[in-house]
């Protein structure tokens, strides 16, 4: 068991290019999460997997972004015509599905700057 | 929508000495979880302690207890005998029953512990 990893942990892009980041969850786990956190606050959830299907998406999760896990392990998250706004910390997080409020374990998280 | 409370951005405690941060929250849920979860810096979140709404008796872990009072929507941690290895974001969150991972964070607060 090797927790959460994420890659890369630190992206720096120019406005308007195309970023990917990749999660690889915990290998039993069947929940996949994705959190956005900026300085001073807290992650905010932005969408979650179960196995391949992605079940939830945040209002915060704009056409710009798209989530995939084909194969219902290793997830990625691209973001296209990427925004000044769009710098953050990108967090994956998983989980067994046991019910409500299993145990939420996250990856160390993506840093992008979009300058 | 739920929200989360950390009224205290900054906290510092000395070593060996005990430490309280604070949380509240707004929910009309009746059936939901609490967390605290710990960001050290340039490090992954990890789970400090987990509180079930429907739970009259507070959470501990070790040097880690929660005072959760359900009327009050308060749910504050103690930190006994804090270490140095405690320094870190501490971030409380709400998860609603059946929330699916969706966890709804405080904005944290940063704890220090000095030698």
């Known amino acids: 068991d090797t927790g959460v990893s994420q890659d890369p942990r630190h992206k720096i892009t120019k406005r308007g290019q195309n970023v990917t980041f990749r999660c690889d969850p915990i290998?039993?786990?069947?929940?996949l999460y994705w959190y956005r956190q900026t300085l001073g606050q807290g992650p905010e959830f932005l969408t979650y997997f179960q196995n391949e299907a992605q079940l939830e998406k945040s209002r915060l999760l704009s056409d710009r972004f798209s989530a995939e896990r084909p194969k219902g392990s290793f997830s990625t998250l691209e973001i296209q015509r990427t925004e000044q706004g769009d710098s953050a910390m990108y967090l994956c997080?998983?989980?067994?599905?046991?019910?409500?409020?299993?145990?939420?374990?996250f990856g160390e998280g993506s840093w992008l700057t979009v300058v | 929508a739920q929200t989360v409370t950390q009224s205290q951005p900054e906290m510092s405690v000395q070593e060996a000495e005990t430490v309280t941060l604070s949380c509240t929250y707004d929910t009309s849920e009746n059936n939901y979880y609490l967390f605290w979860y710990k960001q050290p810096p340039s490090r992954q979140m990890i789970l400090v302690i987990r509180q079930e709404a429907y739970k009259q008796q507070n959470a501990t872990e070790n040097r880690f207890s929660v005072n959760f009072q359900k009327a009050a929507k308060s749910f504050s941690l103690k930190i006994s005998d804090s270490q140095l290895g405690d320094t870190a974001m501490y971030f409380c969150a709400f998860m609603k029953h059946g929330g699916e991972g969706n966890l709804i964070f405080g904005k944290g607060t940063k704890l220090s512990v000095k030698p």
């Open positions: 290998s039993e786990h069947n929940r």
């Open positions: 997080a998983s989980s067994l599905r046991t019910g409500a409020g299993n145990t939420i374990y």
